[in-house]
């Protein structure tokens, strides 16, 4: 008799008082250091996917920050000139 293995991780709902949780129900396919995983709770691909989101947040932060140092320079150049001297091109 085969035994099926299950992921051994616990998934928890958005359930105001869910705090036990309940075992993953997916079929295991990755064993990794003698614990089950399935597809979706293994933490190899965990770490990859967590990695890649971290990699595309990064990417997002950094270009709001050259944003805002632009504005900022932007700023601090034009302190003090009208909107009319703007217009015609003079600055400092």
């Known amino acids: ?17 869910d ?8 079929k295991a396919t990755i064993q990794r250091e003698g614990i089950w995983y399935c597809s979706i ?10 990695r890649h989101r971290n990699e595309q ?9 050259r944003i805002r140092k632009r504005e900022q320079l932007e ?3 034009c302190e003090g000139l009208t909107d009319e001297e703007l217009i015609k091109g003079r600055a400092k």
Request: charged share 40%; aromatic share 12%; with cysteine.
């Open 41 to 50: 709770h293994d933490p190899i691909t965990v770490e990859e996917k967590r």
């Open 19 to 26: 705090f036990r949780g309940r075992p993953c129900s997916k």
């Open 57 to 65: 947040w990064d990417k997002e932060y950094q270009e709001k920050l």
């Open 1 to 17: 008799m085969k035994t099926e293995n299950r992921c051994s991780v616990r998934v928890y709902s958005s359930r105001r008082f």
């Open 75 to 77: 700023h601090a150049y």
